[in-house]
């Protein structure tokens, strides 16, 4: 399936409060009623550390992501352009969104996701990554499969998942170059604790792991993440 992945910032004046409450109560609701949507999560940013790891943050600053899933692009292409409520959605974004990027990922799932009701009692973090100058697309997919399979030895992973970018819009609704959005691909880890999360990565195979991520990436982005089901 194809998924769509808002990048998002509220506005200035808005406080994380309000703009949550917002985004889930009023702006959630709305989005869900796009035409062929499959499925719909909101991840409100909690906290913005690199915690366990030791690399090189990125410049990316978001408040939440968004995670829309739909059969194929074409169908998300029309909920959002062409819609009945696609102009309901843009003049709602300009109410309290500051900012918007867009990608479209191919997702990878590593270590199966629990059940709705499991996974919201674990800790969720996402990742942004850019590779390397010198590393291609085609070599970065080869190298994150390969850092998969180290993610599945380290101790305390409850699930994991890549997603790995295909598309891009710096402003929603125009296609934008990589030189524009450098972003490869989004990771989803989710773990019992702050504790287990810092343990995973420290202990031998995490520290492989990580020594392999600087082979092949340049920035990683962290940010934990309250997860919320629209539908």
Not at 19 to 31: K, Q, T, V
Not at 32 to 38: C, D, I, N, V
Not at 178 to 187: M, N, W
Not at 213 to 225: C, D, G, P, R
């Amino acid at each position: 399936m194809n998924i769509r992945m808002g990048l998002i910032k509220k506005k200035d004046d808005w406080s994380p409060e309000a703009f949550r409450a917002y985004w889930r109560e009023h702006h959630g609701p709305l989005a869900a009623e796009a035409p062929k949507l499959r499925e719909y999560w909101q991840n409100v940013v909690t906290e913005r550390l690199q915690r366990g790891i030791d690399f090189v943050r990125g410049p990316w600053d978001f408040d939440g992501v968004s995670q829309l899933w739909f059969d194929d692009a074409a169908q998300a292409s029309q909920a959002f352009a062409q819609s009945d409520i696609a102009a309901d959605l843009v003049a709602d974004e300009a109410h309290f969104l500051g900012g918007l990027h867009i990608v479209t990922a191919e997702q990878r799932v590593v270590i199966p996701v629990p059940p709705t009701a499991a996974r919201q009692r674990l800790l969720k973090r996402m990742s942004t990554l850019r590779r390397h100058a010198d590393v291609s697309e085609g070599d970065f997919r080869r190298e994150w499969i390969a850092h998969g399979e180290m993610v599945k030895k380290m101790p305390g992973v409850s699930a994991y998942r890549q997603n790995v970018i295909v598309g891009r819009e710096a402003t929603k609704g125009t296609p934008c170059s990589y030189e524009e959005l450098p972003i490869d691909g989004i990771v989803e880890l989710w773990f019992e604790s702050p504790e287990t999360l810092e343990a995973a990565f420290a202990s031998p195979a995490g520290q492989q792991t990580m020594a392999h991520a600087k082979s092949f990436l340049s920035e990683i982005t962290a940010f934990v993440v309250e997860e919320h089901r629209v539908k």
